[in-house]
């Protein structure tokens, strides 16, 4: 059964989809129970994916990418995700939030900060989540005042994918208090090894065990005013925009788990035998598969409609927040059907099925939780 094929996909984003798969096939998949085994960082995959230029490939070719736009980014995450999620994961984090750098940077940020991301010499990540703080852009209490060159920047982070690991991460982080919550917040370019940046592991997860995240603190550390990425107070509209984008990527995670999770339940079922007959020969069984087809090709077809909606800067906002939600829901479902088929096998923890169902739960909490998406299109919807 072919799940992911092209004909949703507009031809321009056909190659990287058949690139990415082959390359899914090759490096992702006959990794992805070794590295959710042990939760290791897979360097050597991430290597390979960056001298395959899959890899930070959205930022632009003027700067050493490919320039891929917000469709084919869709088109490489369903097939990476198929694959394995926590693998492709931090293949996609290696670059996570770099594209609000290359809207809004400096020629001399951009050369030196995004060009080495491209060529697969440098990897980054975002910091904006804080310990007490997830999807609240206006509570975050991390400080960045200006000391005549520099800023100093104060406070915590959590959850910061590539936190350890990277060379630089942004910083979200509070510049003023002007009385309008979305006009006090800037973003910044922080390498890890500046003074007073401190990162550590955050205990490991449940699912996507092969991407690291990691608890970030700032403890005076400086930077200099130039690292400040496009005009102080701007960083709460920045995120928001470039979010809209990262939500329908995101959408794809759910629809490659979907699949992955359908695929599985599908083979099992056509292959055990129970009360004299083929599993799938019981009309609740095909009801089921039936159902998981339907919701799959459903949360596709949205989420290739946002992706052009996003691209083309229609509505973003509303179109976004309805594929992450819907995609990333219809995994966790499609999932869940998967374990039951599965039966007592599903709890088995080097079954593909057991690994989906552990990292189908993620993608509906990050990049906003699904409860905040559903206000977003209820509030945007009214809006049209």
């Not at 690139?19 to 897979?42: K, L, S, V």
């Not at 809004?104 to 060529?119: D, I, M, N, S």
């Not at 923890?349 to 409860?371: L, T």
Request: proline share 3%; glycine share 10%.
């Amino acid at each position: 059964m072919e799940l992911l094929t092209e004909d949703i996909v507009p031809e321009y984003a056909r190659e990287a989809k058949r690139e990415a798969r082959t390359f899914a096939a090759e490096h992702i998949a006959p990794n992805a129970e070794e590295f959710f085994r042990t939760g290791a960082y897979p360097w050597e995959v991430l290597e390979a994916g960056q001298e395959a230029n899959l890899v930070a490939q959205d930022i632009s070719e003027e700067y050493g990418g490919r320039g891929f736009d917000v469709v084919q980014m869709l088109a490489i995450a369903e097939e990476f995700y198929r694959a394995d999620a926590g693998i492709a994961l931090t293949l996609q984090l290696a670059s996570f939030g770099a594209e609000m750098l290359e809207t809004y940077g400096t020629e001399e940020q951009k050369e030196a900060y995004l060009r080495p991301l491209a060529e697969g010499e440098a990897i980054t990540g975002l910091a904006v989540s804080e310990p007490e703080t997830g999807s609240d852009l206006t509570s975050m209490t991390t400080t960045a005042e200006r000391d005549g060159d520099e800023y100093v920047l104060n406070g915590e982070k959590y959850w910061i994918g590539n936190g350890v690991e990277a060379d630089w991460v942004t910083v979200y982080a509070k510049t003023a208090d002007t009385g309008d919550r979305y006009m006090d917040y800037s973003l910044f370019l922080v390498p890890t090894d500046a003074d007073g940046y401190h990162a550590d592991h955050i205990p490991e997860k449940m699912g996507m065990r092969a991407s690291k995240q990691a608890h970030v603190v700032l403890d005076d550390c400086r930077v200099p005013a130039e690292n400040l990425v496009g005009s102080e107070g701007g960083g709460f509209m920045m995120l928001a925009e470039f979010f809209n984008y990262g939500r329908v990527v995101v959408g794809g995670h759910g629809l490659g788990l979907a699949a992955a999770a359908l695929e599985e339940a599908w083979d099992f079922v056509h292959e055990r035998e129970g009360f004299g007959r083929q599993v799938a020969d019981f009309q609740a069984v095909q009801h089921g598969l039936a159902d998981m087809r339907l919701e799959f090709e459903a949360a596709r077809a949205l989420n290739y409609r946002a992706a052009k909606k996003v691209r083309d800067y229609e509505n973003p906002g509303l179109w976004a927040a309805m594929a992450k939600t819907k995609s990333t829901e219809t995994a966790v479902d499609c999932a869940q059907q998967g374990m039951q088929f599965h039966g007592g096998r599903s709890i088995l923890s080097d079954r593909r099925i057991a690994r989906v169902y552990r990292d189908c739960r993620i993608p509906v909490v990050y990049e906003g939780a699904n409860e905040i998406q559903r206000n977003l299109i209820y509030r945007q919807s009214r809006e049209e």
